[in-house]
Nanobody
Framework: QVQLVESGGGLVQAGGSLRLSCAAS????????VGWFRQGPGKAREFVAA?????SYGDSVKGRFTISRDNAKNTVSLQMNSLQPEDTAVYFC?????????????????????WGQGTQVTVSS
């Protein structure tokens, strides 16, 4: 089992930045694939980014968001820059213990086994 806890959400003005963190505990390893998804009000859950030995991003965040990992601390971060109101959502991190593939393999929810509870990001205009 892997437990995931997100942090770093909050309220920010348009054009601002936030950094989210996902702390993993339990049966973690450097082979853990970790992804970020988001779900805005009245919207379906959307892929944001994933990291294995490389990185993958959803089209709506490319060039603005950066995913990174610190294996020593078992954390994955999501640096979000140039935030816009449409980025308002609950952000979830997810993990798969089958993390040996390219990050492009993990753009859908069914690739993941574990999910955090989510952290709210609100961007005001």
């Amino acid at each position: 089992q892997v437990q995931l806890v997100e942090s770093g959400g909050g309220l920010v003005q348009a054009g601002g930045s936030l950094r989210l963190s996902c702390a993993a505990s339990g049966r973690t390893s450097s082979n853990l694939a970790v992804g970020w998804f988001r779900q805005g009000p009245g919207k379906a859950r959307e892929f944001v980014a994933a990291i294995t030995w490389n990185r993958s991003y959803g089209d709506s965040v490319k060039g603005r968001f950066t995913i990174s990992r610190d294996n020593a601390k078992n954390t994955v971060s999501l640096q979000m820059n140039s935030l816009q109101p449409e980025d308002t959502a609950v952000y979830f991190c997810a993990a798969s213990q089958q993390g040996m593939y390219s990050a492009v393999y993990y753009p859908t929810e069914n690739r993941y086994d574990y999910w955090g509870q989510g952290t709210q990001v609100t961007v005001s205009s």
